[in-house]
C-alpha cells in the first residue's frame, strides 16, 4: 500500500491501471469504511481510499477544528485492503480560494440540509473535486449517510460522469447502532441509550408494513417517543427510495431518515421500507 500526498503523483500512479475503485472518506475509520474498502476490490483491481476532512462541508459551529486525525491508524487499517491512500492537505485540495461549486438539487435544502446550510454544497464540491483525480469506474459510499448518497448519485448521472456508484449497506455495532466516527463522543450512558434511534425506526417500519400509511402520524409518533427520553430531535422523516420526496401512495420502496443529538452529539440514520 502507498500513501500519496500530491494530485499530480496520484494521477502518474493510477495513469497505467486499467480500473480503479474508490472510497472517500474523512478518516478515523471504523468497520464501515472498511466493510466499504473490501467491498471495493470486487470491483476493480486497484483501489483508492483518501483520507481528507473536507473543510467545506462544516459550519461554522460544526466540529471540523476538533475532527478527529488519525492518518497513522487509518492506513494501518487499510494495510493489504487498499493499494492506494490518498491524504491530501488542505491546500493541495484547495490551492486558491474555491469559488466554483455543485449547486445541488433543491433536497440539499431538506432533512439533514435543514439544519446544516451549505454542508452538500460544500460535500458535492469535493466529491466532484476527489472523482476528477482518481478517475475510478467504480465509487463506494455508505448508506448510512443516505441523503449524501442520493445527492452523489443525482450529481454524477446529471453531470455525465462514467462511474458508477455503489452503495454499501450500514454496519451497525452489535446491538443496532449505526458506526459512526461520531460515537465516540457519546458517554457510556448515552451510549447505551444510542440504540433506542435504530428501534424507534424499525418501530415504524414494522407500522408500515403493518397497514399504517398515515405518515405522519408515525413520524410524530417516533419524534414524540425520542423526545421523551432526552433526544433532541431534528427530523424524523418517510420518503419515497428514488427522490426522497414525501412518498405517493403507488410507492413501493420508502425509506425512514432520522437525525437527533444526545447530549452534543449528532446522531443519523435510517431504514429502508419495501411494500
Known amino acids: 500500500m502507498q500513501q500519496v500526498m500530491n494530485i499530480a503523483e496520484l494521477r502518474a ?6 480500473s480503479v475503485a474508490f472510497v472517500p472518506t474523512m478518516g478515523n475509520l471504523h468497520e464501515g469504511h472498511i466493510d466499504l474498502v473490501r467491498q471495493a476490490r470486487e470491483h476493480a483491481e486497484c483501489v483508492v481510499v483518501s483520507v481528507f476532512v473536507n473543510p467545506l462541508q462544516f459550519g461554522p459551529s460544526e466540529d471540523f477544528d476538533h475532527y478527529p486525525r488519525t492518518l497513522a491508524e487509518d492506513c494501518a487499517k487499510l494495510e ?10 488542505v491546500s493541495e485540495m484547495y490551492p486558491l480560494q474555491q469559488t466554483v461549486f455543485i449547486e445541488p438539487p433543491p433536497i440539499a435544502n431538506e432533512l439533514c440540509g435543514a439544519a446544516r446550510a451549505g454542508h452538500f454544497r460544500g460535500m458535492a464540491t469535493v466529491v466532484l473535486k476527489l472523482l476528477n483525480i482518481v478517475q475510478p469506474q467504480v465509487a463506494l459510499f ?4 443516505y441523503q449524501q448518497l442520493h445527492i452523489i448519485q443525482q450529481m454524477v448521472t446529471q453531470m455525465n460522469l462514467p462511474i458508477r456508484i455503489v452503495g454499501g449497506e450500514t454496519v451497525r455495532a452489535a446491538d443496532g447502532l449505526a458506526l459512526s466516527s461520531r460515537n465516540q ?3 457510556v450512558q448515552q451510549r447505551a441509550e444510542s440504540v433506542f434511534l435504530q428501534q424507534t425506526l424499525s418501530k415504524a417500519r414494522q407500522a408500515i408494513l403493518e397497514g399504517e400509511r398515515n405518515f405522519a402520524l408515525i413520524e410524530e409518533a417516533s419524534v414524540d417517543a425520542l423526545a421523551q427520553r432526552g433526544w ?3 427530523y424524523v422523516s418517510v420518503r419515497g427510495q428514488a427522490a426522497l420526496s414525501l412518498p405517493n401512495p403507488n410507492e413501493s420502496a420508502l425509506v425512514i431518515l432520522a437525525a437527533a443529538r444526545l447530549g452534543a452529539t449528532r446522531l443519523i440514520d435510517n431504514v429502508e421500507v419495501f411494500l
Open 13 to 18: 500512479r493510477l495513469a497505467s491501471v486499467r
Open 80 to 89: 493489504g485492503l487498499a493499494d492506494f491512500v490518498f491524504a491530501p492537505t
Open 142 to 145: 455508505g448508506k448510512k449517510d
Open 185 to 187: 463522543y457519546l458517554t
Open 232 to 234: 433532541h430531535v431534528e
